[in-house]
């Protein structure tokens, strides 16, 4: 069987295309309906998922802050240790001496060591309380990442919920609607698309409804209703854009 070609799809009446507009119409509007019941919540996941990776990273490199420091108190502990050791061992030494110069040469030794000491002391107490700091910090973002992977699970298990007892019908909207699509020709869709994607509500294809317009309901002529359900020629709304069909078209699609 032989594939219908674009050239064979333009060769539709303009009735026809009225008529596979409309009915494109609705499918994307039920199409719609199912994806507004999801609301927000996909980007409302997709945020805490963001959020989640975030604090964990920010909590992973807290971690590996707190390990250097830890790390540097050791150093500095140790550090204490030899400048302890030189100590006693300049002590020791001085008992020894053969003169004054010599004494007072260790004499600065054991000043500068004992200088070191504090310094190593007043590096420990501040890499100390920093660790303290930054355990609080990583204490604070770990509540709130648990609290935000509940959310997550949440947020999911909500969504899962809607996306299967609706993923069936939307597949076969979806599959509808690119069936419907191949019956148009391409500037036409283009304009249907471009209308869609600029109304609020989604709403391209429109019906007359008490002599107004069903997207923007301002007031229609007479004659320009008389001309849209001649169908002969496409008509938009002047106001919105919106492509106008008459009631009989729509009481088909009921």
Known sequence: MIKQTKSAETELTIEEKLRALYSLQLVDSEIDKIRTLRGELPLE???????????????????????????????KTNEITVSQALIKKYEEQQNNVRNNREYDSLSKEIEFQTLEIELCNKKIREFSAQVTEKKEVMEEAQTLLDERKRDLDSKKSELEDITRDTQKEEENLIGNSEELQTKIEERLLTAYKRIRSNARNGLAVVSVQRDACGGCFNQIPPQRQLDIRSRKKIIVCEYCGRILVDDEIVSENK
């Open 45 to 75: 996941v997709q945020d805490l998922e963001d959020e989640v990776e975030g604090l964990a990273t920010r909590i992973g490199n807290l971690k590996n802050e707190v390990a250097e420091l830890e790390k540097a108190v050791v150093a």
